[in-house]
């Protein structure tokens, strides 16, 4: 099976712009979850979703948001950006049925987004 | 709300030394803890999970609730163990609400010295 996809790889934004990335997750998977990866932070969650209803969301500003379509691919949009948002946001899929720990989740590669 | 903490940035070890690297979380109810590891050049991926009890590549992981510990151990460390490992914590519940959000802790880069 293709693992995560994660489309662009990179970004370059401006202040006050708005980006919106994309994930393709593992055929036959229900559950897209986002991170986002700083080296002040680390890897901090963002939301979950699972058939196209977002299932659990991170301590983060509403700037940030997203959705996923019927065929479970999601996407992520920062509105207003700040230089604070450069990170690696990183995708992530799973079964998403039962307990977590039953189907754990497979990493994209990541999309690293700097805003200038 | 949960944290996990993980002390050591970096840990160098030589080849065939044991290896520890120690994760201590704090949550009030009953966890899942896990250990994804990110070799150079790849994707974070799951290493192993305290619930499958399970040794995976050699290493082992024992939960600790009373020292709320659950710390990555490895006999023999190998070259190719150089990585980042990330501790990982998901809250348990029965009806699995907020079960898919994992709570990392910031990693430890091993360093496994030929």
């Known amino acids: 099976k293709a693992g995560v996809t994660q489309t662009p790889r990179y970004l370059i934004k401006t202040r006050g712009q708005q980006v919106t990335l994309s994930c393709s997750p593992i055929s036959g998977h229900r559950s897209v979850s986002w991170y986002q990866q700083t080296p002040g932070q680390g890897l901090q969650f963002l939301f979950e979703y699972f058939s196209e209803t977002q299932r659990n969301k991170g301590n983060f500003p509403g700037r940030f948001s997203g959705r996923q379509f019927s065929n479970s691919r999601s996407e992520m949009n920062v509105s207003t950006l700040e230089l604070g948002d450069s990170a690696l946001y990183l995708c992530?899929?799973?079964?998403?049925?039962?307990?977590?720990?039953?189907?754990?989740?497979?990493f994209g590669n990541g999309t690293r987004l700097t805003v200038t | 709300a949960q944290r996990v903490t993980q002390p050591e940035k970096l840990l160098s070890v030589f080849k065939g030394a044991p290896v520890e690297l120690k994760c201590n979380y704090s949550y009030s109810g009953s966890p899942e803890l896990f250990w994804y590891v990110q070799y150079s050049r790849q994707r974070l991926q799951l290493l192993l999970r305290h619930i499958s009890r399970e040794s995976i590549k050699g290493f082992t992981a024992d939960l600790n609730k009373g020292e709320t510990s659950f710390h990555l151990k490895k006999p023999f460390a190998q070259e190719e163990d150089s990585a980042m490992y990330y501790c990982a914590l998901s809250p348990h519940s029965i009806s699995g609400a907020g079960s898919y959000q994992l709570t990392f802790g910031k990693g430890t880069k091993l360093s496994v010295i030929p």
């Open positions: 992530a899929s799973s079964d998403g049925t039962g307990e977590y720990y039953n189907s754990p989740l497979h």
